[in-house]
Structures are given as C-alpha cells and as structure tokens.
C-alpha cells in the first residue's frame, strides 16, 4: 500500500463509501416502496373518502337546518321572499353534497363492507332526493302565493313531507356514520402495518449503516497512516533544508507514488541549495582574498598573503608566487608558502621548467607525483612528500601576469580547483592595482627628487607667480559660480569618473539620496546606490547605463529605473548621462536625475482609474479622431479590442440621427467645438450605436486635457439604459398613481407652508378650493389646524380621525382624515386624505335613534327577551330579569327549572332552525317553578354565535285553562248525571 498512489487510494475510499450508501440505500429502498404504497392508499383513498364522507354528512345536516327554517314563517303570509331564498340556499347546498357524492362514488372501495353500506346509502339517498324535490316544490309555492287559506294547505303538506324526510334523514345519518367509522378503522389499520414495517426497516438499515461506516472508518484509517507517516518524514526533510542542514537525504524518493514525486523535488531542492551555499562560500572567500591582498604594499607581500589564503581552503604544504617582468622574459619567485629559498628554484625564464612553461602557454599544469618522488615540506618531525602539484598561470587582459606553483598531499579535487578560479580575477586585478601603487610611489619619489630641482628654479618662477595668482583667484572664483550653481540648481547633479568614483556632487543629490557630501565623493556609484533594478533583482555594472555613457561617449536618457537612498530604500528616478571630454577622449560622467514618485503615483492613479472605471473612456483628437480607450468602452460597444474600436469616429458609433431630430454628425461637431473652447467639462445625453447596430442611451462628458501639448478631449461615456428604463418605469408609476388619485373616492391633497399643491377632484368637489389655494379655510378653526399639524409633527402621522371641516358653500362636512408628513421640491409639508362620512354620521345617528326605540319597546315588553352566547346569558330585557332568578353573566341554564332540559332544546334549534312556542318550567325569582311558552332561534351578537329566545308566562293561562277544564268536567258530570234522570223517569 506504500507505493499506491494518494489518487488510487481516495477512488478505493469513495467506493468503498459508494457501496457503504448502496447498502444503505438498499436496505431502506423496500421500506419506502412499502411505506409509500400505504400512505398512497391513505392519502389518495381512505383520506378523501373520510373528508367527503364528513361532507356530505355536515351538508345533510345543513340541509335539514334549512328545510325546518320554513317553519318560522308559518302563518306570516308576507313571507314569499324568505321563501325563495330558502329555496336558492338549498339548490346551493345540494350543489356542493352532490359534489362530494361523485368525488366519494369515483374512489375505490377497500371492503365489500363498505360496498354494502355505499349501496345502501345510495338507496336511502334516492329517497331523500324525491322528498327534497317535493318540499322544494311546495315551498316554491309559497313563495309565489300569499293567500292565507292556500298557504295553511301548502303548510300542512309541507309539515307532514318533513315529518316523511326526518325519518330518512335518521336513516341516512345512521348509514353515513357506519361508513365513516369503516373508513376510519381501515385507515387506522393500514397506518399501523406501515408503522411496523418503517420500525423494522429501520433496526435493519441501522445494522447495515454501521457496519458500512465500520468498514469506510477501518479503510480511511489505514489509508491516513500510510500517507502521514511519509508526510512527517517529509516534513522534517523540508525543516533541515530551510534551517541550512543540506547534508541528509531526503527520505521517502524510491516512493513510486505522489509522496515520492515530492521527496525526489525535495532532494533536488537541497541539492541546489547545497550547490548556492557552496558558490556562496566561494564568493566569500574571493572578497576575503581581495580585501587582505589590497592590503599589501609589496609583491613579495602579496605572494605570501595570497598562498596563506590559499594553504587552508587548497589544502597546501606547499606554496610559490612567481611575478613575471614587464618584458615577458623572467619569472621570478617574490613570496610562497613554506618555502626554502635555498631548496627551491627563486626564477625561471619563460617556458623554461614546468613553470616557465606555464607562463608561456598561459595553461594550467596539474601532475600526480609517485610516492618516491623527493618533492617535498619540510616539518618540525620531517618531510611530507607532496602527491599533488598544480602550477597555474595568471592571465589579465590576455597577458601572464604570474605564476602560482602549488603543492598538496592529496589531489586538489574541483572544488579546491573552483576556489582557486574564483579568486584568480580578484588576484588580477589586485596585482595590476598593486603595481600601479608601487608606480605611483616610485612617481612620488621621483617628485621629491625633483622637488629640490624645482627649488632651485624657484626664482625663475617667482616673475610668473603673480600670473599663477590671478589665475588662481580666477579659477576659484569659476569654482565658486560651479558650486553655487550646482547649489541652486534643484535636480540631482554627480561627476562619475572612468573608474565608477564619485568625483562631485550637488546639495540637492546628496538631500535626495540621504548622503553627506564628504560621504558621496569617492564612492563606487554603482556598487553604492545603483546596485538593483526596482524590482530588487541585482543590475549587472555593464547594462549601467551610466557606466556604457563612461565607455562609448554616448549620451543617454532613462526614466525606468531607481536610485538606492543609504537606508536601502528606493527612488524612482529619471536621469541623463552626458560625457565629459579631455582632448577627445571620454574621462568621465555627468548624471542628472530628478525625483519622479509623485509622477509615476500619479501616472499609477490615472491608469488605474482610466483601467478600472465602469464608465468607457476615450481619448479624442479633434484632428485624429480617437487614440485611446480602456477596455470598458470596447466591450460597451462590442468590439473585442481596444484597436478595433479606436479605428471608428465618434459619428460611425452613433445612429444617423439624434432623438432632437439633428444629424448626429453635426451635433457631435457642434459638441466637440464646444468642449474645447470651456475650461469645465461639459455633460449632454446621446445616442450611441453599438457594433451589432443596436442603440443605447448614455451621458457624455467631455473634458478638455493637454498631451505632449496639443489638446485633446478625454470622452467618458456612462450607458443609462437603465436608468431612462427607470426613469421610464417612474413615470408610468407616477402617472398610473395619477389615475388612482384623480379617480379616488377619497379626497387627496397637499400643501406646503398652508398652500395647497394638489388637489384632486374629489377633493375639489368636496371643498371647492384648488392649487393656489390655502388650505386653512377648510378648519372649523385656526386652533383645530394648528393642533393637528403640531400632533403629526410630534407622532409623525394623524390616522382615522373623525374631524368636523367646512366644506363647498360652506356646509359642514363630517370626515375620516389622515395626515402625514412630506417633502415637495425640498421643503415640508403634509398630505392629507379626508373621506367624507356625513351620510354614515346621518344614517349612525338614525340607526342610533332607532336602537333606542326599539331599546324602549324592549324594556317596557311584557315579553322576556334574553340573548346568550357560549352558554353565558349576554343580554335580558327588564321583563326577564325581574320575573326569573338570573342576571347576567350567570349561565344560561340557571333560568331552567331543570337545567337539564336546555340542551336538548339548543340541539334541536341547530338542527331544525327554530323551536316555537315550546312550554317548559323556568325559574321564578322566589325559585318556583313557572309555565313559559319559550321560543328560541340562532343569531350572532357582538361577532359571535349564539341564541335569542322569548319567554311567556303562561302560568295565568294555564290556570284558567285548568278551571275550564274542571268546569268542563262539572258540566259534563252534571249533564250526564240529567240525562241519567231522565232516562230512569
């Protein structure tokens, strides 16, 4: 598994994963056929038979209240037109149980039980129907006659057809009840097997998950150990090489896998960095070779400062320097490393020995010498034979220099060899520099002998001293004009001479670069402060241009580059280097630079926001046409590049004409003269054209700016599509609530500071007053405005208020106002919707009239009036509080002589729509019972249902009924017992 690969290994885990979900998947997949078969027979059979079963059952029901409302009309025969809305409810009603009849006929049937009582309830049905149809007739009959001696006939056959349909109607509810208790049973049932099954399923998918999740967990842990263990390994190669430990391997490369990719890229990785530590250490040691040897002011010096350098890192026991003549001819020993100047050879002529040879050839000699060679150094303990002998040439501009003869006990290996070639330029150059300060001294002493010369002709000179004098005062006052103009000038000013040194500088080179003047002057200009590119990326000193100026004459101008300040920080800069010529030839550098931050950030902010803006930007000559835009404006217009969309004008990106009606090329012309005689930018709307010929609006703005000193326009174009559709989509608003306002029932307007501003008509009819207008003589008073404008500026509205205003002739008007606050044109004002209710205070105050009218008749009734709701006693007229033991709130069957008895009555007003002059026992005041002739019907007091009902005491009648009835008996006993008489004389 080590060598499989981290991609084989996620594809065995996913399917492993796959299989572990079919499993599952499969487990469950029965239990969810099973589970859905049930619920769709309950959802789509059993469900809906219990919902249209309970339908048609409450519409038999409604249909029953119905019928038995006919009742409460008997012997009013004024009544036709309750008469046919009884007829139009019930044609309604059957409408909606016929509906549920054909929904409930269509499902199938689960039993042959259920089949039986649908048969039977079908037949039952019929029954009911050809009932209904005959009371249906007869109450349509009604309707259409109001003869009392017809209406009794038609009543009485109406009581005894409903006597005919309760006795079906019990039938039909008892058949209707057994089918709704079968539905519900079979469905209780099949919800029971389903939730069985679903508990079975789900022991058995938990079993199936977890052993899937088991297996996936065993899997995805092995395949975790086998990547993290290579990974740390990995990881802590990945430390050591960045903390410089490169001599370890990295671990993990005969890895046939990902994991081994990265290890062999790690090894490769440490190897180049070995490789950079070494070249590094190399470089080390040629500056340390260059500072010690620069140090020497002799050859003999230098041999032995640079063969000691070499002894260490070579592996020396043996070390000669040989200094070649300015002639070529002679080799001659002027330092070494453990040398006997009596053993060894001091000079060589050139191509004599091994190392005049070399000299000659100007090749490197490299023998191993056999162990009985006599080659040898001498130690405190004896002599070591030297194995190894390396005799190299130093070769400068092409010409032998020297000669080193180097000797070791073992072989110098390539990368001994590579020190040795490192340092070779440096020795060099350090020899010719080292000869060039012996020349000087030599020049020196030289002078000094010259010097008492010069003494001697002293006098000679004195007549021309006053001449030198002048000349001098002459000369420093041309160095004084020098420095002050070099002082006063604000660029940066520095000589640079053939060797890269600092030779002057000015005030404001040294300010820009953080140096003192003392500091600059003798400097490496390049190694000092123009070592890098911008980027930090070393500049190699012969792509300088500062140095190519110092070697070719040729003067150059560059405005991409940086200046290093002494704390390393950067400056961009644009500067020019000019020669300086001494009889022809280039003796050194002037630089010139300025500082250009500010102009490269500005140069960066303009791109940026000329790249980045959503607007499309042109650049216009009024000559050229357009030169540049950014890429917004190309995609605007649908050109895939910039080039392509620079070659059009301004008019063949435009219609022919502008929606004013101009041609769009002279309008565009008009525009452009315009533009470019105003120092502000100027704005108009225009009709562009995109490439595929479709039109868009846009908002132009053309600003006037100066390139290489030639005017032009920067054109920006802002697409408004959206907003014209905007604006559009706002007026159309605007207008259609124009439209609900002038057409609104409701009077509308507003004012700002007591002015009205709008109006709309129902407001002009209402009040007569129209824009212009001031809105105070609509208040019955200043107080009344004054108040409201201070409420809605402290709530910030007045909502459904009613309010006594003045309207047209100034008749006053009742309302229902609104107020808020608005802003019209940026200032405050308030808004005001005001609905006239004069006619509903009228007709409020008529039904209030009324109320109390029939209030009256209410309380001097003779009649007990009572109304309830949820079985509490809401209402009682004084007839009914002063004659039974209630009040109200008390429950309403405490009026009862036996409570009892209430229920029953309240069923059978549900049921038949009214109960009439039904006599019952009520309470009395003294708790006696009382004969009342009771009527009670359904209504709705205060939004919710309850009973009104009439009491009578009947107590009076029914005693004199009793005594008509004892006389009764008397009469008839005493005319039975005359009779007798008779018939026995």
């Not at 056959?157 to 079906?168: R, V």
């Not at 359904?938 to 008509?964: C, F, H, N």
Request: hydrophobic share 40%.
């Amino acid at each position: 598994m080590g060598n499989t690969t981290i991609r084989t290994k996620m594809f065995i885990l996913i399917g492993c994963v796959t299989i572990a979900m079919l499993a599952i998947i499969l487990a469950g997949k029965q239990a969810i056929v099973n589970n859905t078969r049930t619920l769709n027979m309950i959802t789509g059979n059993l469900l809906p038979a219990v919902i249209e079963l309970h339908t048609i059952s409450e519409g038999r029901a409604v249909l029953n209240r119905i019928t038995m409302e006919t009742s409460m009309w008997d012997k009013d025969y004024r009544a036709q037109d309750k008469f046919a809305d009884i007829v139009k409810r019930k044609k309604e009603e059957w409408l909606k149980i016929s509906t549920s009849w054909t929904l409930y006929g269509s499902l199938p049937k689960e039993s042959e039980e259920e089949k039986k009582l649908w048969q039977q309830l079908q037949s039952e049905w019929e029954g009911v129907k050809q009932i209904d149809d005959a009371i249906t007739q007869t109450i349509n009959e009604l309707s259409r006659n109001n003869n009392p001696s017809v209406q009794d006939r038609l009543f009485r056959k109406y009581h005894q057809q409903n006597k005919d349909l309760q006795e079906i109607f019990n039938k039909t509810r008892a058949t209707l009840e057994a089918l709704v208790v079968l539905a519900e049973k079979i469905s209780k049932e099949e919800l029971a097997k389903s939730e069985a099954s679903v508990s079975a399923m789900r022991s058995l998918m938990f079993i199936v998950s977890g052993a899937a999740i088991l297996s996936v967990f065993t899997i995805s842990l092995m395949f975790f150990i086998s990547i993290t263990r290579p990974l740390l390994a990995l990881k802590e190669s990945i430390l050591d090489i960045t903390a410089g430990r490169l001599g370890e391997d990295v671990p993990g490369q005969e890895m046939k896998n990902e994991l081994g990719e990265i290890g062999r890229a790690l090894e490769r990785l440490r190897q180049g960095a070995q490789s950079q530590q070494e070249s590094n250490r190399i470089k080390a040691f040629a500056a340390e070779v260059s500072q010690a040897l620069q140090q020497c002011t002799s050859f003999a010096e230098f041999g032995n400062v640079l063969t000691s350098r070499l002894a260490p890192v070579m592996g020396l026991v043996y070390g000669a320097f040989y200094l070649g003549d300015d002639e070529g001819n002679n080799l001659q020993r002027v330092g070494g490393y453990a040398c006997y100047h009596d053993v060894h050879r001091g000079n060589f002529s050139w191509g004599q020995g091994l190392v005049g040879q070399a000299a000659l050839d100007g090749k490197t000699i490299c023998l191993q010498l056999p162990s009985d060679e006599a080659i040898g150094a001498a130690t405190g303990m004896g002599t070591l034979n030297v194995k190894t002998l390396l005799i190299r040439p130093i070769v400068h501009q092409e010409k032998t220099r020297g000669v080193l003869e180097l000797g070791a006990l073992d072989m110098f290996t390539p990368e001994r060899k590579e020190y040795l070639e490192a340092a070779l330029p440096v020795i060099a150059m350090s020899m010719e520099i080292l000869a060039a300060n012996i020349e000087t001294r030599h020049l020196l002493e030289q002078s000094q002998e010259k010097t008492m010369a010069l003494a001697a002709s002293e006098r000679q000179l004195s007549a021309r001293r006053d001449e030198l004098e002048n000349q001098k005062e002459l000369i420093t006052q041309a160095e004084e004009r020098s420095r002050l103009l070099l002082s006063a000038i604000s660029e940066g000013i520095f000589g640079v001479g053939n060797d890269g040194r600092v030779t002057f500088v000015n005030p404001a080179a040294c300010a820009a670069l953080g140096y003192g003047e003392e500091e600059m002057l003798g400097k490496l200009v390049h190694a000092e402060f123009h070592y890098a590119y911008p980027d930090g990326s070393e500049f190699p000193v012969w792509q300088c241009p500062m140095y190519l100026t110092s070697q070719d004459g040729i003067a150059r101008t560059v405005d991409n580059e940086v200046l290093w300040r002494k704390d390393g920080t950067p400056i961009p800069v644009e500067y020019a280097t000019t020669p300086m010529r001494k009889n022809g030839a280039v003796v050194g550098t002037v630089v010139s630079f300025r500082d250009i931050t500010e102009r490269k950030e500005a140069q960066e902010y303009v791109n940026a926001y000329f790249n980045s803006s959503t607007d499309g930007l042109l650049i216009l000559s009024p000559e050229r046409g357009f030169i540049h835009a950014n890429q917004t404006a190309a995609a605007m217009f649908g050109f895939a590049s910039i080039d392509d969309l620079i070659k059009c004008g301004p008019v063949e990106l435009s219609p022919p004409n502008q929606p004013d009606g101009r041609p769009s090329q002279e309008a565009a012309l008009e525009y452009i003269s315009t533009a470019m005689q105003m120092s502000t930018p100027l704005h108009f709307d225009w009709i562009h054209k995109r490439k595929n010929g479709r039109e868009f609006p846009c908002e132009i703005t053309l600003i006037k700016i100066t390139l290489s000193g030639v005017q032009h326009l920067l054109t920006s174009i802002h697409d408004i599509t959206e907003r014209k559709a905007a604006e559009q989509a706002l007026a159309d608003q605007r207008a259609a609530f124009q439209q609900i306002l002038d057409h609104s029932p409701v009077g509308t307007a507003f004012s700002v500071n007591g002015i009205f501003q709008y109006v709309n008509p129902e407001f002009l009819e209402m009040f007569g007053l129209n824009v212009g207008d001031p809105a105070a003589p609509i208040y019955t008073s200043q107080e009344d405005r004054t108040r409201l404008v201070q409420e809605v500026k402290e709530h910030g509205f007045v909502r459904h208020r009613e309010m006594r205003l003045v309207g047209r002739g100034q008749q006053p008007l009742d309302c229902l106002v609104t107020f808020m606050p608005i802003v019209h044109e940026g200032q405050p004002g308030m808004m005001g919707f005001l609905l006239d209710i004069t006619a509903r205070k009228a007709m409020e105050e008529t039904i209030h009239k009324e109320r109390e009218r029939l209030q009256g008749i209410m309380d001097s009734s003779p009649i007990g009036v009572a109304i309830s709701t949820e079985g509490i006693l809401r209402f009682g007229n004084p007839a009914l509080l002063d004659t039974f033991d209630i009040k109200i709130g008390d429950p309403a069957e405490k009026i009862f002589f036996n409570p009892e008895e209430r229920e029953p009555l309240i069923a059978k007003m549900q049921q038949d729509g009214l109960v009439r002059n039904h006599e019952i026992k009520m309470r009395a005041k003294d708790g006696h019972p009382v004969d009342v002739m009771f009527t009670i019907l359904p209504t709705t007091y205060e939004g919710q249902p309850g009973a009104l009902g009439w009491m009578v005491d009947i107590t009076s009648l029914r005693k004199m009924q009793d005594e008509l009835q004892t006389a009764k008996e008397i009469a008839e006993a005493a005319a039975q017992a005359k009779a007798d008489f008779l018939a026995n004389m």
